[in-house]
């Protein structure tokens, strides 16, 4: 296992009585690293993620996220991690503001440090004079943008997003990932999961799942060369035309 | 600690902010007591009944006056003869017939008995003997005034004496029904679907991720809730005193201590509901038929736990409801203190501790 690493993951195995969600999966990623973990629905990337996100307990293997063990230093872990689930994760009946004084609180940030946070959160997303708007008044596009800042709100080393981009229109797509990249570039690590094998593209390395096991891991290109393919998306299909699961 | 403020603050956002709901918590307590006090009283005023008076003496006569002039009595048909008992009742027009026999005031003097027959309509046989109770008061009061009196010196008397309610008021039965119900409601129903609502968003998965402790959040749903209780106990008793009429004879420190111990259990069981139910259906589903029912009907406010086969009154114990509303009897109406409710007090205490243990327990840090 590399110690350096953010994320350091050894023959991780979750079982659920017979079925094996995710099987021995192992793979390291790197400080400030955008990380594509890619897969058909139900190939277990959702699983993987919870595990290390420790919303889930794995049943085997070992994995150190931010330099903290995975079984023994879940509490440090928690501290040091950003979370975007799938499904939105912003309180519609409270503004903005209070949604990010919310989560800010939780997290332990001072009073002074939420209110700085906010400020430069709506100058970031061009909000300013919204504060005081209820999320669910907002558009959905903003509405990921913001949760992806609400996730970001303690500065984690390293944030999961879950699906970020889902039903979001393209033009949306383009400056949330222009968001990841600028909070990749201030050193944040970050571990996406997507459909979009053009947002795959944009990834430092990804990793393809099927069946609970990561069957390719490298950069875009490099992969691309490897399949013989004109993109991900053709890698992708051949891979997940493997797949023996084939459960929603 | 300041985590948990910031928690117990977003809870009271989301409760003033969803007005409907707010208005219905409360709301409804005071619909409850006003309805309860005023329409689905037990009381019977003003009941429809017949005299058949065979005798015509002074005596009957007098007993009939003292029927008239009561409150629960209309007198609204003189029957003549046997034979219009039958059809009076059969229109629905009577509850009650008083019959007295020929001769009445001589046998009442100079015999050993003398009957005066009621006849009551038992369909509804609570409000039947409640009826023939009332009757039957009136007739022994008129026996108790007659001048003479005491020259029977061997007349046994049975005589009633209603302690704690005199005037036989429904609503002191009521209103410590109506308290278990809305703390169950409120407490149970409304904790339950708040966890169950942030499971359905995906929030609680971003809470789980988080540092904050599980008991912290369980903690922090409680709050808001159990401050909402306390303020609909403060209006239930406000009305009840300056509205129903009902007393609080007993202390007042004791029964708020005992409605907060049992808002408490409520909101413990709200918890263990949450923790079993994925959807906010399902919570106020398991809320209304596993909590408030039971409440309903075996806390002992609707229908009499002694009345009940031995099964059901063994499984009426486990019900928190029944021992609130035995302590709140006691306290609120009877005036008693601490040494006649210990018991009771006591094991609602082990129901908490022990629901809040198994609630604690099981709320999910992981979701599997």
């Known amino acids: ?248 | 600690m300041k985590q948990f403020l910031y928690f117990i603050r977003k809870e009271l956002y989301h409760l003033l902010r969803d007005r409907r709901t707010l208005f219905i918590l409360f709301g409804m307590p005071m619909a409850q007591i006003l309805i309860f006090g005023f329409a689905l009283t037990n009381e019977v005023k003003n009941s429809r009944i017949a005299v058949l008076d065979n005798a015509k003496d002074e005596a009957s006569t007098s007993i009939v006056h003292r029927l008239e002039a009561s409150r629960y009595f209309d007198i609204v048909k003189n029957l003549g003869s046997n034979a219009d008992l039958q059809p009076a009742f059969q229109e629905g027009q009577i509850r009650l017939a008083v019959v007295f026999p020929e001769q009445f005031q001589s046998q009442l003097l100079h015999g050993h008995s003398a009957p005066i027959q009621l006849i009551a309509d038992a369909t509804d046989p609570n409000v039947a003997t409640t009826l023939a109770n009332y009757a039957t008061a009136i007739i022994m009061d008129y026996q108790h005034d007659m001048p003479g009196f005491v020259d029977f010196p061997y007349t046994i008397n049975t005589e009633f004496r209603m302690l704690y309610n005199p005037q036989l008021k429904g609503s002191y039965s009521f209103v410590p029904g109506v308290m278990a119900m809305i703390l169950m409601l409120v407490g149970a129903m409304m904790t339950s679907i708040s966890i169950v609502k942030e499971k359905e968003l995906g929030t609680m998965e971003v809470i789980l991720v988080s540092p904050i402790v599980p008991i912290r959040v369980i903690l922090a749903k409680m709050v808001p809730y159990l401050l909402l209780s306390m303020v609909n106990i403060a209006s239930i008793l406000l009305i009840s005193v300056y509205i129903m009429d009902v007393p609080i004879n007993g202390s007042m420190p004791l029964l708020v201590f005992e409605c907060f111990l049992f808002a408490l259990t409520a909101l413990a069981l709200g918890l263990l509901i949450s923790s079993i139910s994925n959807s906010q259906q399902v919570a106020m589903l398991i809320s209304l038929m596993g909590l408030f029912l039971p409440t309903v009907m075996f806390s002992g406010f609707m229908f009499p736990v002694e009345n009940m086969p031995v099964p059901l009154q063994v499984l009426s114990n486990i019900v928190p409801a029944k021992w609130f509303y035995y302590i709140v009897k006691d306290v609120m109406i009877k005036g008693t203190g601490m040494e006649t409710v210990w018991k009771e007090t006591l094991v609602l205490t082990g129901m908490l501790v022990v629901l809040l243990a198994i609630s604690i327990k099981k709320f999910k840090t992981r979701l599997e």
């Open chain 1, 1 to 248: 296992m590399n110690r350096e690493a953010a994320i350091s993951v050894s023959h991780l195995t979750k079982r659920f009585g017979d079925f094996t969600a995710v099987d021995r999966i192992t793979f390291d990623v790197g400080k400030g690293e955008i990380f594509g973990f890619l897969g058909a629905n139900g190939a277990g990337k959702t699983t993987a993620m919870r595990m290390l996100c420790g919303l889930s307990l794995p049943t085997s293997g070992r994995a150190q996220v931010a330099g903290f063990d995975l079984y023994k230093e879940s509490e440090k872990i928690k501290k040091n991690i950003g979370y975007m689930s799938q499904k939105f994760s912003l309180y519609e009946d409270l503004t903005i503001r209070e949604n990010n004084r919310f989560y800010g609180g939780i997290y332990g940030l001072t009073n002074q440090q939420i209110k700085d946070k906010t400020q430069f959160m709506l100058e970031y997303l061009r909000l300013e004079g919204k504060a005081d708007t209820l999320v669910r008044a907002l558009p959905l596009g903003w509405k990921q943008k913001l949760s992806f800042s609400v996730a970001m709100v303690h500065d984690p080393k390293i944030v999961f997003l879950d699906e970020p981009t889902g039903g979001v229109d393209p033009v949306t797509r383009r400056e949330f990932w222009t968001m990841i990249y600028e909070a990749a570039h201030r050193g944040t690590t970050v571990f996406v999961t997507t459909h979009y094998m053009d947002e795959a593209e944009y990834c430092d390395r990804v990793s393809i799942m099927v069946d609970g096991r990561i069957e390719a891991l490298d950069t875009p290109a490099r992969l691309t060369g490897q399949y013989n393919a004109k993109g991900m998306e053709e890698v992708f299909v051949q891979l997940a035309r493997k797949a023996k699961r084939n459960d929603g």
